[in-house]
């Protein structure tokens, strides 16, 4: 049983071993194998660098081809762009050749733009072989502008009149002419062209404004003459009266025109040539208006006393003027301030010129009534403060301008040099018509003073003084209360007060010189004095000794001559009436108490004969009321 096991353990192990033998010999052949197989790789990754190496250089001379042939093509496009032109250039020179009008406007402005980007093209490819192309690009460019600005011009005169009669649409209140719609439409597509292609400013505008510019000039000229005709004065005492002068029609119609031909232009023009284009076209006509402007001033200087009046209504009407036209146009207001210059100065200096002018002609008066009646210098200079009120809006503008006082002599030195204010003279909430209303009383002082200075020197006694001061201040209140003065003048005449109360002391100096031959100093005993009336003279007469009642007597025989003189040199002198009443009340209420009361004391010393006592009571009242 044993040697059965023992013999097939031995047949298993036998079996096994063979196994292992196989397993080893194909464990072999694997291993050969892989040595065959890493060898072919090492060979193959030798193989596949050579290949690398010679391939690389191939590839990168591949893609250089390639580039320089899409650099070729390019070219070659290039050319055949740049030869476009070249190819053209006589059929866009057939139509420069025909002109806007028979090319039509459209097709002609097409034309000009295809020849620029042509030649825009060849000088960005700055071609050797294109500069002979390019010259006759240039040049047909060159004739294609100025074709399309003598078109522009002719189109435009065309359209443009010479003149036309401004009266028609001033005096009918109408709107002056446009240019057609159709023209604006053509020449606003003209200056869309030359505007966006040009290099400098836009030539257009200046044809504008030559061509406008003539036919504004011309339709204005007439105006512009009969502005300056119709200041000459037929008589050289006239006063100027507000409206008489043409500078109004000048400047209404101006005015018209202005906003009419801004009107165009910003229908033709670009917003930022408007200012410029109306500027340049306005130029002339607004050099003819400063022109007009400085001979109206020359006449105004020439006759400041009765003409200044017309620089006031110059100053408003030129004024109005830059306001509506700026409102309309932001433009001109500068050049308008610049033209009305000189007359506004003149109006400035005329404030106190006028005032010197006033002690200038009461100077001069080599005499003066010698019955106090007043003098034409009182009328015509409250006249004139009266015209002043015609004319208050600019007068206000000036005074403020001024400022309060700035019409008195070196007041000028607050105001500089080109007439604007200086902060010394400026104040923020100055009241024109509060100014012009001190000027006015300053000129009625300036007036009175030099009145009485006169008066002084020409005139004898104080009597005659008094009357003709007494009657300027009446003249002078008159024609404030009778005119438009009163409401600006108005509790601002305090220092007419003054001057009246000063003529009334004058006057009333002779009633005081006969008075003090009412007062006695005759003292009586008071205990017997009797009641007043006839009892009470006879019983003060009684009791004066021979002397007092002489004494009595001379003071009635002085009262008499003095009052009979005094009353006969008041109805001789020329009164107003309200100065006649005004004195005649003063002398009674000074001497009638008096007198009545001298007249009850005294008047028995002549025993009723009246060779004494020239005037009882009632006779002598009678006498005072005829001095009214």
Same mark, same amino acid.
């Given at each position: 049983?044993?040697?059965?096991?023992?013999?097939?353990?031995?047949?298993?192990?036998?079996?096994?071993?063979?196994?292992?033998?196989?397993?080893?010999?194909?464990?072999?052949?694997?291993?050969?194998?892989?040595?065959?197989?890493?060898?072919?790789?090492?060979?193959?990754?030798?193989?596949?660098?050579?290949?690398?190496?010679?391939?690389?250089?191939?590839?990168?001379?591949?893609?250089?081809?390639?580039?320089?042939?899409?650099?070729?093509?390019?070219?070659?496009?290039?050319?055949?762009?740049?030869?476009?032109?070249?190819?053209?250039?006589?059929?866009?020179?057939?139509?420069?050749?025909?002109?806007?009008?028979?090319?039509?406007?459209?097709?002609?402005?097409?034309?000009?733009?295809?020849?620029?980007?042509?030649?825009?093209?060849?000088?960005?490819?700055?071609?050797?072989?294109?500069?002979?192309?390019?010259?006759?690009?240039?040049?047909?460019?060159?004739?294609?502008?100025?074709?399309?600005?003598?078109?522009?011009?002719?189109?435009?005169?065309?359209?443009?009149?010479?003149?036309?009669?401004?009266?028609?649409?001033?005096?009918?209140?109408?709107?002056?002419?446009?240019?057609?719609?159709?023209?604006?439409?053509?020449?606003?597509?003209?200056?869309?062209?030359?505007?966006?292609?040009?290099?400098?400013?836009?030539?257009?505008?200046?044809?504008?404004?030559?061509?406008?510019?003539?036919?504004?000039?011309?339709?204005?000229?007439?105006?512009?003459?009969?502005?300056?005709?119709?200041?000459?004065? @037929?008589?050289?005492?006239?006063?100027?009266?507000?409206?008489?002068?043409?500078?109004?029609?000048?400047?209404?119609?101006?005015?018209?025109?202005?906003?009419?031909?801004?009107?165009?232009?910003?229908?033709?023009?670009?917003?930022?040539?408007?200012?410029?284009?109306?500027?340049?076209?306005?130029?002339?006509?607004?050099?003819?208006?400063?022109?007009?402007?400085?001979?109206?001033?020359?006449?105004?200087?020439?006759?400041?006393?009765?003409?200044?009046?017309?620089?006031?209504?110059?100053?408003?009407?030129?004024?109005?003027?830059?306001?509506?036209?700026?409102?309309?146009?932001?433009?001109?207001?500068?050049?308008?301030?610049?033209?009305?210059?000189?007359?506004?100065?003149?109006?400035?200096?005329?404030?106190?010129?006028?005032?010197?002018?006033?002690?200038?002609?009461?100077?001069?008066?080599?005499?003066?009534?010698?019955?106090?009646?007043?003098?034409?210098?009182?009328?015509?200079?409250?006249?004139?403060?009266?015209?002043?009120?015609?004319?208050?809006?600019?007068?206000?503008?000036?005074?403020?301008?001024?400022?309060?006082?700035?019409?008195?002599?070196?007041?000028?030195?607050?105001?500089?040099?080109?007439?604007?204010?200086?902060?010394?003279?400026?104040?923020?909430?100055?009241?024109?018509?509060?100014?012009?209303?001190?000027?006015?009383?300053?000129?009625?002082?300036?007036?009175?003073?030099?009145?009485?200075?006169?008066?002084?020197?020409?005139? @004898?006694?104080?009597?005659?003084?008094?009357?003709?001061?007494?009657?300027?201040?009446?003249?002078?209140?008159?024609?404030?209360?009778?005119?438009?003065?009163?409401?600006?003048?108005?509790?601002?005449?305090?220092?007419?007060?003054?001057?009246?109360?000063?003529?009334?002391?004058?006057?009333?100096?002779?009633?005081?010189?006969?008075?003090?031959?009412?007062?006695?100093?005759?003292?009586?005993?008071?205990?017997?004095?009797?009641?007043?009336?006839?009892?009470?003279?006879?019983?003060?007469?009684?009791?004066?000794?021979?002397?007092?009642?002489?004494?009595?007597?001379?003071?009635?025989?002085?009262?008499?001559?003095?009052?009979?003189?005094?009353?006969?040199?008041?109805?001789?002198?020329?009164?107003?009436?309200?100065?006649?009443?005004?004195?005649?009340?003063?002398?009674?209420?000074?001497?009638?108490?008096?007198?009545?009361?001298?007249?009850?004391?005294?008047?028995?010393?002549?025993?009723?004969?009246?060779?004494?006592?020239?005037?009882?009571?009632?006779?002598?009242?009678?006498?005072?009321?005829?001095?009214?």
């Amino acid at each position: 049983m044993a040697v059965g096991l023992s013999n097939g353990r031995h047949a298993a192990d036998e079996e096994a071993r063979a196994e292992v033998d196989v397993l080893n010999s194909r464990l072999e052949k694997t291993t050969q194998l892989t040595k065959k197989i890493q060898a072919c790789l090492g060979r193959l990754e030798a193989t596949g660098k050579s290949v690398r190496d010679v391939s690389g250089p191939l590839t990168g001379e591949t893609k250089r081809l390639q580039v320089l042939g899409n650099n070729i093509e390019a070219v070659v496009a290039a050319i055949e762009r740049l030869r476009q032109p070249a190819d053209s250039k006589n059929d866009e020179e057939a139509i420069i050749r025909q002109g806007p009008e028979k090319a039509g406007l459209s097709n002609y402005l097409n034309s000009i733009k295809r020849l620029n980007k042509a030649l825009e093209n060849m000088r960005s490819s700055n071609l050797r072989a294109n500069q002979q192309t390019m010259a006759d690009l240039q040049r047909l460019i060159k004739s294609g502008n100025t074709q399309l600005e003598n078109s522009f011009d002719k189109m435009l005169r065309g359209e443009t009149p010479r003149s036309i009669e401004p009266l028609q649409y001033t005096t009918k209140n109408t709107p002056f002419p446009l240019l057609s719609q159709d023209k604006i439409s053509r020449l606003s597509l003209m200056n869309s062209y030359v505007s966006g292609n040009s290099l400098s400013e836009n030539p257009l505008i200046k044809i504008y404004a030559d061509v406008r510019a003539q036919y504004l000039s011309q339709t204005l000229i007439n105006l512009a003459y009969a502005s300056v005709n119709t200041a000459k004065k @037929k008589s050289p005492d006239a006063i100027y009266r507000a409206g008489t002068n043409g500078i109004g029609m000048y400047a209404q119609a101006m005015e018209g025109l202005f906003v009419a031909e801004y009107d165009n232009i910003c229908n033709i023009f670009m917003r930022q040539d408007w200012g410029p284009a109306f500027q340049m076209t306005c130029q002339a006509p607004l050099a003819e208006l400063a022109r007009t402007i400085r001979e109206l001033n020359n006449h105004i200087k020439a006759h400041l006393n009765t003409d200044c009046y017309l620089a006031y209504e110059v100053i408003e009407i030129m004024s109005n003027l830059s306001n509506n036209i700026e409102e309309r146009t932001g433009e001109l207001k500068a050049t308008l301030a610049a033209a009305l210059k000189p007359v506004r100065e003149t109006g400035k200096s005329s404030l106190a010129e006028l005032l010197e002018d006033t002690k200038r002609k009461v100077g001069v008066m080599q005499a003066l009534p010698a019955d106090g009646s007043p003098v034409p210098v009182i009328s015509e200079t409250m006249q004139r403060l009266q015209t002043m009120v015609d004319f208050l809006r600019p007068i206000s503008s000036i005074m403020i301008s001024l400022g309060d006082g700035g019409w008195k002599s070196g007041a000028a030195a607050n105001t500089s040099m080109d007439g604007i204010p200086s902060l010394a003279s400026f104040d923020i909430g100055a009241d024109g018509k509060e100014i012009f209303a001190h000027y006015c009383t300053d000129t009625i002082d300036v007036l009175m003073s030099a009145l009485e200075q006169k008066a002084r020197v020409l005139l @004898k006694g104080k009597s005659v003084w008094g009357v003709f001061l007494a009657n300027s201040v009446t003249i002078v209140e008159r024609m404030v209360r009778d005119s438009d003065l009163k409401p600006l003048l108005e509790g601002r005449l305090s220092n007419l007060e003054v001057w009246r109360k000063k003529a009334k002391s004058y006057y009333s100096d002779a009633s005081r010189d006969v008075s003090m031959h009412l007062l006695d100093t005759i003292h009586t005993n008071r205990s017997q004095r009797p009641a007043s009336g006839s009892s009470e003279s006879t019983s003060i007469l009684k009791g004066l000794s021979s002397k007092d009642k002489d004494n009595i007597k001379s003071k009635f025989q002085l009262f008499n001559a003095s009052f009979d003189e005094l009353v006969a040199r008041h109805k001789t002198f020329s009164m107003e009436k309200e100065v006649r009443q005004m004195f005649a009340k003063d002398v009674q209420q000074m001497l009638e108490p008096l007198y009545n009361r001298f007249w009850d004391r005294y008047h028995e010393i002549d025993k009723g004969k009246g060779k004494y006592a020239k005037y009882d009571k009632s006779s002598i009242a009678a006498v005072f009321l005829s001095l009214y």
